[in-house]
Nanobody, 116 residues
Framework: QVQLVESGGGLVQAGGSLRLSCAASGSMFRRNTMAWYRQAPGNQRELVASITSGYTTNYKDSVKGRFTISRDNVKNAVYLQMNSLKPEDTAVYYC??????????WGRGTQVTVSS
């Protein structure tokens, strides 16, 4: 069982920055693929960024060059540094984990609102 708790969301002006954090439970964190998803009202949940156990990263095209995903296997945490935020980045951001044996877990989400 993996529990995920997000933090760091909030209200920011366009062009600003936020850093999301996700604290994960479980002793096998280093083997998990971790990711950030987001869901805006009326839209489907979409992948924003992911990072594998081998530190390979993948990003949604619209956030490349602005967002950076990272992980700390000592602290059992994953982060999303978001720079040059735009109003279209407004959404609930969810932390996601997939274990090495294929189980998936979600956090409850943190709201990010970018004002124009």
């Amino acid at each position: 069982q993996v529990q995920l708790v997000e933090s760091g969301g909030g209200l920011v002006q366009a062009g600003g920055s936020l850093r999301l954090s996700c604290a994960a439970s479980g002793s096998m964190f280093r083997r998990n693929t971790m990711a950030w998803y987001r869901q805006a009202p009326g839209n489907q949940r979409e992948l924003v960024a992911s990072i594998t156990s081998g530190y390979t990263t993948n990003y949604k095209d619209s956030v490349k060059g602005r967002f950076t995903i990272s992980r700390d296997n000592v602290k059992n945490a994953v982060y999303l540094q978001m720079n040059s935020l735009k109003p279209e980045d407004t959404a609930v951001y969810y932390c996601y984990a997939r274990t090495s044996d294929g189980f998936e877990y979600w956090g409850r989400g943190t709201q990010v609102t970018v004002s124009s």
